[in-house]
């Protein structure tokens, strides 16, 4: 079985920090992983996705996560975080055949002025 | 391209009613996820159809859930004698899916439906 760990359930940085967003996955086969954003009370928005491609992927909004196997990670990182930055963060892992997501859950990012 | 949607956006409803929520995915798309969000939690998989085909059930979805995709476009997900603990958001997301490795693999999400349970 496939599971997602997010570490931290509540983040707070400055405007103009760095985010780091934490991801660990189990899976049992070679993974596919995703990011998605969820503002309040608004579905998932995909921000990147890694399909066993470059283990740096980059995704929309200046967000970008590195897949690392040895560490079963997938962490999520901004170089500048952005008052619009303020949301629920997901990461998910799918099954081979892409039938279901894992979704860990979540980050919510805090960004104070 | 409009994007998943779904209807109602919010559905308050007392115990013991039954409710129905609908569906609508990205047309050229061929599959169809259901999703539940509990508060503080992140989306737990319920079912998922191919075309008109219900592939797969969670153990999540009781016997008092049940739904469909008559003909592999809108689905509606129906809860009968609903509960306090059906009270969530209950997510649509819809995916292509190719065989042979082509899928472009994200999910795309609709806006959800909250349901209340009084």
């Known amino acids: 079985a496939q599971s997602v760990t997010q570490l931290g359930s509540h983040v707070s940085v400055s405007e103009g920090a760095l985010v780091l967003l934490r991801c660990n996955y189990s899976?049992?086969?070679?993974?596919?992983l995703f990011w998605y954003v969820q503002y309040p009370n608004q579905g998932l928005q995909l921000l990147l996705k890694y399909t066993s491609a470059a283990t740096l992927v980059k995704g929309i909004n200046g967000f970008e996560a590195e897949f690392k196997k040895s560490e079963t990670s997938f962490h999520l990182t901004k170089p500048s975080a952005h008052m619009s930055d303020a949301a629920e963060y997901f990461c998910a892992v799918s099954e081979g055949d892409f039938n279901k997501f894992y979704f860990g859950s979540g980050t919510k990012l805090n960004v104070k002025p | 391209d409009t994007g998943v949607s779904q209807n109602p956006r919010h559905k308050i409803t007392k115990r013991g009613q039954n409710v129905t929520f609908r569906c609508d995915p990205i047309?050229?798309?061929?599959?169809l996820y259901w999703y539940r969000q509990t508060l503080g939690q992140g989306p737990e998989f319920l079912t998922y159809f191919q075309n008109e085909a219900q592939l797969e059930k969670s153990r999540l979805l009781s016997d008092r859930f049940s739904a469909e995709r008559p003909k592999g476009s809108f689905s509606t997900l129906e809860i009968q004698r609903t509960e306090q603990g059906d009270s969530a958001m209950y997510l649509c997301?819809?995916?292509?899916?190719?065989?042979?490795?082509?899928?472009?693999?994200?999910?795309?999400f609709g806006p959800g439906t909250r349901l209340t349970v009084t």
């Open positions: 899976s049992s086969v070679p993974p596919y």
């Open positions: 997301a819809s995916s292509l899916w190719v065989y042979a490795g082509l899928s472009s693999y994200e999910q795309y």
């Open positions: 047309s050229e798309h061929n599959r």
